[in-house]
């Protein structure tokens, strides 16, 4: 059974940091780009980056460039996004997301950020 699990939400006050993982089982990373999403309460689920199959590219949104930083680690099937400076519109419950072709195929259960002073 295919499956993305995340974790590594918690509470955290403007300006720190946080480090989530979303670990698959069940597919090959080989084959699915793997992409993490936020919702915020009152608003519609949006991108926030993501990273190709091969691991070697990765693309942000424009709220994201310069403080959130994906990556991969095949090994321990794992994707990681890292983000520094958090700012209080970062808070949100974040979903990680597999897709093979264009369609965001596979959805973990999410996980909560909340950024507050």
């Known amino acids: 059974q295919l499956q993305l699990v995340e974790s590594g939400g918690a509470l955290v006050q403007i300006g720190g940091s946080l480090r989530l993982s979303c670990v698959k089982s069940?597919?090959?990373?080989?084959?699915?780009?793997i992409g993490w999403f936020r919702q915020a309460p009152g608003k519609e689920r949006e991108g926030v980056s993501c990273?190709?199959?091969?691991?070697?590219?990765?693309q942000y949104t424009d709220s994201a460039k310069a403080r959130f930083t994906i990556s991969a680690d095949q090994a321990k099937s794992t994707v990681y996004l890292q983000m520094n400076s958090l700012k209080p519109e970062d808070t949100g419950i974040y979903y990680c997301?597999?897709?093979?072709?264009?369609?965001?195929?596979?959805w973990g259960q999410g996980t909560q950020v909340t950024v507050s002073s």
């Open positions: 997301a597999a897709r093979r072709n264009t369609v965001w195929e596979y």
């Open positions: 069940g597919f090959s990373f080989d084959y699915y780009a």
């Open positions: 990273i190709s199959a091969s691991g070697d590219r990765a």
